[in-house]
């Protein structure tokens, strides 16, 4: 289902994953973020950007959880260009609708809570892969590629762009780092 997004006020997006280093808009403001009540997981299969339906990878998505946490990017959208913006969102997020659209609070580092869109996983869709062991989802990872390259691309960039943030993710360094070593095994 579609938010109704009032876009004569400031837009504001929620990026966890592929959004931390690749936003494809316009900023006028980022900041890091945390989201309640959520975490970021390889939950969600990729038949498009980083697998394919005969080899699926796998993508980050906001899975709900009690008590969970996630810490990313909030982006404020330049204005006059939320309309567009929320158009390439769609396109880009909603593909197979494996997301949904939510409208989140979220808690800036300097104390300002915003409203900011972002996406969800459907735990109902096809694509939802909750409760793969991180060893599982590393064999997954290491070896699939789709419509926007590797996998393990995907894995990296988003790893290494929380760490540069000061923001840990203990699990996806563990699969960074497994990852790694599957792909020198497979080459060795």
């Known amino acids: 289902m579609l938010q109704e997004i009032d876009l004569s006020q ?46 699926p990878g796998l993508v980050l998505a906001l899975d709900a959880s009690d008590g969970a946490i996630c810490d990313g990017l909030a982006f404020r959208v330049m204005p006059g260009a939320e309309a567009d913006t929320l158009d390439a969102l769609r396109e880009r997020e909603l593909v197979s609708y494996a997301y949904r659209e939510e409208l989140v609070s979220l808690r800036l580092r300097d104390g300002r809570t915003v409203e900011a869109l972002t996406y969800v996983i459907e735990r109902d869709h096809a694509q939802y892969r909750g409760g793969l062991t991180l060893e599982d989802q590393a064999q997954i990872i290491a070896r699939a590629c789709g419509g926007r390259g590797p996998n393990c691309d995907y894995l990296f960039n988003t790893a290494e762009h929380l760490t540069n943030l000061g923001l840990s993710d203990p699990d996806l360094d563990w699969l960074a780092a497994r990852v790694r070593a599957l792909a020198a095994s497979d080459r060795g």
């Open 10 to 55: 400031p837009l504001w997006v929620f990026g966890y994953g592929s959004l931390i280093w690749h936003p494809g808009f316009p900023v006028e403001e980022q900041a890091v973020a945390r989201l309640d009540g959520y975490h970021r997981a390889f939950c969600m299969t990729s038949i498009h950007y980083r697998g394919t339906p005969d080899s």
